[in-house]
T-cell receptor, first 112, second 117 residues
Framework: NAGVTQTPKFRVLKTGQSMTLLCAQD?????MYWYRQDPGMGLRLIHYSVGEGTTAKGEVPDGYNVSRLKKQNFLLGLESAAPSQTSVYFC???????????FGEGSRLTVL | AQSVTQPDIHITVSEGASLELRCNYS??????LFWYVQSPGQGLQLLLK??????LVQGIKGFEAEFKRSQSSFNLRKPSVHWSDAAEYFCAVGARLGSSNTGKLIFGQGTTLQVKP
């Protein structure tokens, strides 16, 4: 029962470097989301997707890009990392607009 | 715009004592409401959810929450706290937007629960 899997779990970047976080779900869910978690701020939505080939901006999309080429995968990219993007990133998926969100275990990113 | 406020950043209770975590939301209609729990180093797990109907909702691990429309609140309760309940708790609201609903949730800032032996 893999559920939602995020890779990598930890990463340290230098300012200006790029990277991609991968989220994979094996539950055939239509809806997928990327959140970032920062102390005292809860979870804030970066981007989301309501189906294969679709993406949309959330609350804090600047500096990030996403792609959903396959239904089971949702990629989050940082083209030029900044220290302000140091955070824990969570991917989540859902089977419907009213359904429970299933979360991955998170990816901790540090930008120096 | 939707928003969620959890007024208590940190709460400490003794094991066996009762617990109430507060959540207030702002939304123009009746929202979907959720409580999630996060243990250290883990993702979030759903405790309970309210969509419609009975305003008192039962969840896992002995938790319950009550939706009070007049107060725009969805407080989480447990009659007797166990040491394993120490974690961070998040309230979340989802919008009812009909055909344009996207399922995305807005989360509160979280409440950290510490349990004293």
């Amino acid at each position: 029962n893999a559920g939602v899997t995020q890779t990598p779990k930890f990463r340290v970047l230098k300012t200006g470097q790029s990277m991609t976080l991968l989220c994979a779900q094996d539950m055939n869910h239509e809806y997928m989301y990327w959140y970032r978690q920062d102390p005292g701020m809860g979870l804030r939505l970066i981007h989301y997707s309501v189906g294969e080939g679709t993406t949309a901006k959330g609350e804090v999309p600047d500096g990030y890009n996403v792609s959903r080429l396959k239904k089971q995968n949702f990629l989050l990219g940082l083209e030029s990392a900044a220290p302000s993007q140091t955070s824990v990133y969570f991917c989540a998926s859902s089977y419907s607009v009213t359904g429970e969100l299933f979360f991955g275990e998170g990816s901790r990113l540090t930008v120096l | 715009a939707q928003s969620v406020t959890q007024p208590d950043i940190h709460i400490t209770v003794s094991e066996g004592a009762s617990l109430e975590l507060r959540c207030n939301y702002s939304y123009g209609a009746t929202p979907y409401l959720f409580w999630y729990v996060q243990s250290p180093g883990q993702g979030l797990q759903l405790l309970l959810k309210y969509f419609s109907g009975d305003t008192l909702v039962q969840g896992i691990k002995g938790f319950e929450a009550e939706f009070k429309r007049s107060q725009s609140s969805f407080n989480l309760r447990k009659p007797s706290v166990h040491w394993s309940d120490a974690a961070e708790y998040f309230c979340a609201v989802g919008a009812r937007l009909g055909s344009s609903n996207t399922g995305k949730l807005i989360f509160g800032q979280g409440t950290t629960l510490q349990v004293k032996p």
